[in-house]
């Protein structure tokens, strides 16, 4: 068991070592994983844009409404484009800030989020004809409405003759309304050819003509598109037209080297931290110290890659909540070792002793725990943009302290407890044992 206990101590003490080096080093050739982090928009730099609603004649719990399906659409729409992890929240109660990690462009961002992406199919009237590229005015086009985007079922990309096409699927409602559009269009044209307009907000961005009776809910918009205008025409359809109109008020790029300097300012000051928390804890507890020092090293590494996993995005904030949960980390610790000391110094065995400073610290640390959670919790709930990004890495930081703390360390000492050589009171900083109990 002694043997069994030793060799696990060491296979773990590897395990984390390895698990620290790929996430935060090179060394390995696998890391470092902690690149693979989504970084904020004050760290990784980009474009934030606030957009105003028009209220028109809404009610106000109508235009609350519109506000709240306006974010979603914009968000549908931002993730169709693929865009790097973007921050949407509301402002008051007409305002959308949307904030774009990693863009490079004002313009193509505004052009990409801020349009309206109402799409709409037109019967032209006989006897009038519409050019792609034409403004449209609903009021004196010259033709009635079909159908709009919201009965398309997707859109896509593909290739046509060489040039690059929008395909779109059409729901079957909208499928029975254009076939029976194209049969109305080649009875009444005696064999010429009648027009289908295809509208964006105010602009005909293809005038197909029809010559004969389309029965098929697969259609295409031919046009002279470029291969970035036919992505982000399709992205925009998907996405879904806004239910508002928005008006930019604010537009702001941000440079990414005020914020790459300040991580790796952070980065430097977290280092240079770590060690000075690891001597003290080595000096101050000894071999103790050490399995604090791993199971922090532990904490670390567990800390960027759950972020990863969960695709949540470091801010400058956030850098902020991983530093508080490292203190809470390390203070869970500190309450342990000194109730070990205290339990070794009155004559108790390592295992006695291990058993009674877990029970009795316990409280402290849950509480202290629970109650800066909570608070995160609340924070996360009611804060906005940085507020959320300090809560989110709290919450994360503050679980996975304990989790390294109260489990890991104490697998870790336990297995101590069983080896011969490493239950010698010295090892625990405890200088004078009076033997009143065993």
Excluded: C
């Excluded at 506000?67 to 929240?89: H, S, W, Y």
């Excluded at 109305?184 to 004969?212: M, T």
């Excluded at 400058?316 to 610790?333: E, F, K």
């Amino acid at each position: 068991m002694n043997k069994q206990s030793q060799w696990l101590l060491i296979f773990m003490g590897l395990a984390i070592i390895v698990l620290a080096l790929v996430t935060f080093t090179n060394l390995l050739g696998v890391g470092p994983l902690v690149n693979k982090l989504n970084l904020g928009l004050d760290i990784e730099g980009g474009v934030a844009i606030v957009f105003e609603g028009e209220q028109k004649n809404m009610s106000d719990e109508e235009f609350a409404v519109a506000i709240e399906q306006t974010k979603n659409v914009l968000g549908r729409r931002i993730d169709a484009f693929g865009l790097t992890e973007p921050n949407i929240t509301k402002q008051g109660t007409g305002r959308i800030r949307i904030e774009l990690p990693g863009a490079k462009d004002v313009d193509d961002a505004l052009a990409q989020v801020g349009k309206t992406a109402v799409l709409s199919f037109y019967q032209v009237d006989n006897g009038s004809f519409v050019t792609d590229g034409s403004p449209f005015d609903a009021l004196t086009f010259p033709g009635k409405l079909l159908f709009q985007g919201d009965k398309l079922e997707t859109a896509g990309v593909g290739v046509d003759q060489g040039s690059p096409v929008v395909t779109l699927k059409l729901s079957k409602d909208a499928s029975d309304i254009f076939s029976g559009a194209s049969q109305e269009i080649v009875s009444n044209y005696d064999g010429a050819q009648g027009q289908i307009a295809i509208i964006l907000d105010d602009l005909v961005i293809s005038s197909p003509l029809v010559s004969s009776y389309l029965d098929s809910k697969d259609l295409i918009i031919k046009g002279r598109f470029t291969s970035d205008e036919v992505i982000m025409l399709s992205s925009l359809i998907r996405g879904g037209a806004l239910p508002l109109d928005l008006e930019e008020v604010q537009t702001t790029f941000i440079n990414a080297t005020l914020g790459r300097t300040a991580l790796e300012q952070s980065i430097k000051a977290g280092i240079f931290g770590l060690i000075a928390v690891f001597l003290i804890m080595l000096v101050r507890y000894r071999y103790a110290g050490l399995l604090a020092s791993m199971a922090l090293l532990l904490y670390g590494a567990l800390l960027f890659i759950v972020m990863i996993l969960f695709n949540a995005t470091l801010t400058l904030p956030g850098i902020a909540g991983l530093v508080l949960s490292v203190g809470m980390a390390v203070d869970a610790n500190v309450i342990i070792f000194e109730r070990l000391r205290e339990e070794m110094s009155i004559g108790k065995s390592l295992g006695g002793a291990i058993k009674a400073s877990f029970s009795k610290a316990m409280t402290t640390i849950m509480d202290s725990n629970m109650t800066t959670l909570l608070a995160a919790v609340i924070l996360y709930n009611f804060g906005e943009g940085p507020i959320k990004g300090f809560a989110v890495t709290l919450m994360i930081g503050i679980t996975l302290s304990l989790f390294t703390a109260v489990v890991v360390t104490r697998i870790l000492i336990n297995l101590s407890s069983r080896v011969p050589m490493l239950q010698k009171p010295v090892l625990y900083a405890v200088k004078g044992v009076h033997n009143e109990h065993r």
